[in-house]
């Protein structure tokens, strides 16, 4: 088969699978809809999990944060990562996710196998992806200002954890990558929504670096994504990544159908750590109330 007819059918699959997650209604894993802003460039993993060991060696990422302040319990999130290539065909993963808005505490973990098929010369792959994902959702009594022995409440909290499985699926090669990821496999064929709104129902996305023949500027790196939420309308992302210096140094923008940006600045050191720094601004209609949210990111890699 043509590496063409091997991209269409991708590509109608991504579709197909977008398109159905949208007529089930499916329920919510713990994606957010204002995610890490490091899965659009630094952490693809977080958003897809077939990019686990997408790279060579073992990568450790960890992310970090807080809305600047406005409303009294206002989002503070943190999200770390380990993933790493086993071979030319496997890679492994492990992801913890902690979110805490207002009374809400919801904890995701998850890990993941990836497994990608070579398809030519020029670096041509599909990437396919499984994780079993582990979700807490709980209300924090002590924070709260009233009745803690409402019965809804005790009746929130003693709801059983629940597992989630996130399937995955990429076309990469030396400039393209195109994806597409369901975060909630188990609500398609259980119809059982155990979430809240908010949460993650599909994500796809298609990019295209760059390699400018230059010494200043060493890549650049547009992209579009367009996911899902539970609750609201979907998102579509638009942005881009430009590396320096041999990629010692980046600059990173995207643009969302929420009315908000992201803008980020990042550096390399040693070629092995590398830190990220993101803000992304109130997303439209409550910018009067709440300013936006500040996030900082670390990437480490080892064993390359």
């Known amino acids: 088969m043509s590496l063409q007819k091997y991209i269409c059918l991708f590509l ?14 499916l329920g919510n894993s713990q994606s957010l809809l204002e995610p890490s802003g490091t899965q659009y460039f630094q952490n693809q993993y977080l958003a897809n999990p077939a990019m686990a060991g997408l790279e060579d060696g073992l990568r450790l990422n960890a992310a970090y944060r807080r809305q600047l302040g406005g409303i009294s319990g206002a989002p503070v999130t943190a999200f770390a990562s ?12 492990a992801q913890v996710m902690s979110d805490k808005a207002g009374l809400i505490d919801r904890t995701r973990v998850a890990i993941t ?20 994902v582990w979700n807490v959702e709980r209300l924090d009594v002590k924070a709260m200002n009233g009745d803690a022995n409402d019965p809804s409440i005790g009746a929130f909290n003693r709801r059983d ?3 989630e499985a996130e ?8 400039h393209l990558n195109v994806q597409a990821a369901l975060p909630n496999v188990r609500n398609l064929f259980t119809g059982n929504n155990l979430g809240v709104d908010g949460g993650g129902i599909f994500f796809t996305a298609v990019s295209y670096k760059f390699l400018p023949e230059s010494d200043e500027v060493t890549s650049i790196e547009p ?19 430009i590396g320096f210096l041999n990629n010692v140094a980046n600059v990173m ?11 980020g600045i990042g550096v390399k050191a040693w070629q092995t750590v590398a830190i990220q720094a993101m803000y992304t601004t109130q997303t439209g209609g409550i910018k009067t109330y709440v300013d936006g949210a500040f996030e900082i990111g670390a990437t480490i890699q080892l064993f390359k």
Do not use: W
Not at 228 to 241: R, S, T
């Open 223 to 241: 992209k579009l994504a367009y996911r899902g939420v539970k609750g609201y309308d979907n998102i579509l992302d638009a942005g881009l990544n």
């Open 113 to 132: 196998y990836a497994y990608r098929i070579p398809l030519g010369l020029e670096e041509q792959q599909l990437h396919f992806g499984l994780s079993a």
């Open 12 to 25: 109608l699959g991504g579709l197909c699978m977008a398109h159905e997650s949208k007529a089930q209604t």
């Open 253 to 263: 923008g995207m643009y969302h159908s929420t009315k908000s940006v992201t803008v």
């Open 161 to 163: 954890n629940y597992f």
């Open 82 to 93: 380990a993933d790493y290539k086993v071979g030319n065909r496997v890679g492994v993963g």
């Open 167 to 174: 399937f995955g699926m990429a076309y990469t090669d030396r």
